[in-house]
């Protein structure tokens, strides 16, 4: 009896401690069910949210893509031109990359037959004698021969600005338009004077400055003061460019813009490629235009 309780004891302290255990995990997990369940809905729903959270940029980074895709070209200055398609002219190609979006004074006359850049350029192709042609909204269509861009020194004496039309700071020194009543010396004066100047006078390109003066291009009084300080009057307007510089000279011409944004949009312009021209610069050196990226 005794080894029989005595087994009994071992058997039922061994059956015990495994009941023991087996109890403990009931127990636990009975108190842990509603944690345990709790952490996994919370976790599947911050994965969602975090799901969610990221499809958004994603969606934004096709979307960005997208409108990247459909930009044609940026201008200096953080400013973007909207998309524009220009048709290729198989018969006689284009020059690519360029773009003609800048200023052209002169030497491109205005074409009434065309009223859209399709049009303008698909005209152009079509006329042998076209070689050059821009578009803007508030000139319609322009087309002509062939056509210097920049720096560019061989060919013809038609040239265009490379850079897009842009706001400047400049002056003239001497009277222009209306000028009954003006004092001419007085008008120098004061334009001399960083008491009276008016930076602000002519806002838009004016041609026939001649190169840039690297000397005086640090700023706007820089560039002021380095036409007031030739002889004789021998400088007679003024106008400089934080992104291009300073120019000035005696006389300017074709002056654009008067405050109205649409003088200062770029146009969007072609020329045909022409086996004569080598287009390089005053060194004979290649000269092709920097494309804004």
Not at 42 to 65: E, F, K, M, N, Y
Not at 72 to 82: D, F, K, N, R, Y
Not at 150 to 165: H, I, L, Q, Y
């Amino acid at each position: 009896m005794g080894r029989g309780l005595g087994g009994n004891r071992d058997l039922n302290g061994k059956d015990g401690r495994h009941g023991g255990i087996l109890a403990c995990l009931r127990r636990w997990a009975a108190r842990n069910v509603k944690v345990t369940t709790l952490a996994v809905v919370a976790s599947v729903a911050l994965l969602a949210t975090l799901t969610r959270s990221r499809t958004p940029d994603a969606d934004h980074r096709r979307i960005g893509q997208a409108a990247k895709s459909q930009v044609e070209s940026t201008i200096p200055g953080g400013l973007v031109q909207a998309q524009y398609h220009v048709p290729p002219c198989p018969s006689a190609p284009w020059k690519e990359p360029e773009i003609l979006h800048g200023t052209c004074p002169g030497d491109l006359k205005p074409f009434d037959g065309a009223k859209t850049i399709t049009e303008c350029a698909t005209t152009c192709c079509e006329n042998p004698s076209c070689i050059s042609w821009q578009f803007r909204s508030d000139v319609g269509c322009k087309q002509g021969g062939d056509v210097r861009i920049g720096m560019e020194k061989d060919g013809v004496p038609a040239w265009c600005d490379s850079n897009p039309p842009q706001k400047w700071s400049g002056q003239f020194l001497y009277p222009k338009g209306k000028t009954e009543g003006m004092d001419a010396a007085k008008l120098r004066e004061d334009g001399c004077s960083f008491d009276a100047w008016n930076p602000e006078e002519q806002v838009g390109q004016c041609f026939g400055l001649g190169s840039k003066r690297e000397e005086a291009s640090g700023s706007a009084e820089d560039c002021m003061a380095a036409c007031c300080a030739v002889q004789d009057s021998g400088c007679g307007v003024w106008q400089w460019s934080k992104d291009i510089g300073c120019f000035y000279g005696r006389s300017g011409f074709s002056c654009k813009g008067d405050g109205d944004p649409i003088h200062f949009e770029p146009f969007v312009g072609k020329r045909k490629r022409l086996e004569g021209r080598s287009y390089t610069d005053k060194d004979g050196k290649p000269w092709s235009m920097t494309m804004p990226e």
